[in-house]
Every structure is written in C-alpha cells, then in structure tokens.
C-alpha cells in the first residue's frame, strides 16, 4: 500500500512540475530579451528532466522494497494457515 502512495504522490508531483514548465515555457517565450531566453531554455529542459527524475525515484523505490513487497505478501497469506483446512471441510 504505502508502494502505490508512494508512486501515486511522485506522479502527482512530476505532473505538477511539468505543467509548470510549460508555463514557463510560454512565459520565457512570449517574454523575449535574454531574461526570456533562460526562462524558456529552463523549461524547454525541465519539460524533459522532471519525467525522467520521476521515473527514477519510482523505479529506484521499487527496487529497493521489493522484497519488503513479497514478504508482506507472504506473511499476509500466512496469517490464517488454518482457515483454508476448514473451508475444505464444509463443502
């Protein structure tokens, strides 16, 4: 669960922040000078390096609880070892 919140709030952000580079793109655009010029190189970059810090923090946080993941999975089927002997027995 905390895996998905994880993902859930960087996708958030990258999204958040590449929607903010492209407002500065606009603005640097439209702004002209060289005050312009670097407010539209800075976004023309971010509009590309946002997504990819992005992905990385996710994959790097996959990566890295993975086995946390599969524990959690095996612990939370271990947990009634007896339930699935009863329901055999009813039918």
């Given at each position: 669960m905390l895996r998905t919140k994880f993902t859930q709030v960087v996708a958030i952000l990258t999204i958040v922040l590449v929607l903010a580079s492209i407002v500065l793109s606009f603005v640097?655009?439209?702004m002209g000078?060289?005050?312009g010029k670097s407010l539209l190189m800075t976004g023309v970059f971010s509009f590309?390096?946002?997504p990819v810090f992005g992905w990385i923090l996710i994959a790097v946080y996959n990566r890295v609880h993975k086995?946390?993941?599969?524990?959690?999975d095996m612990l939370a089927g271990a947990k009634n070892p007896g339930e699935a002997d009863q329901t055999e027995d009813k039918e």
């Amino acid at each position: 669960m905390l895996r998905t919140k994880f993902t859930q709030v960087v996708a958030i952000l990258t999204i958040v922040l590449v929607l903010a580079s492209i407002v500065l793109s606009f603005v640097g655009a439209f702004m002209g000078g060289e005050t312009g010029k670097s407010l539209l190189m800075t976004g023309v970059f971010s509009f590309v390096g946002f997504p990819v810090f992005g992905w990385i923090l996710i994959a790097v946080y996959n990566r890295v609880h993975k086995d946390e993941y599969e524990v959690d999975d095996m612990l939370a089927g271990a947990k009634n070892p007896g339930e699935a002997d009863q329901t055999e027995d009813k039918e």
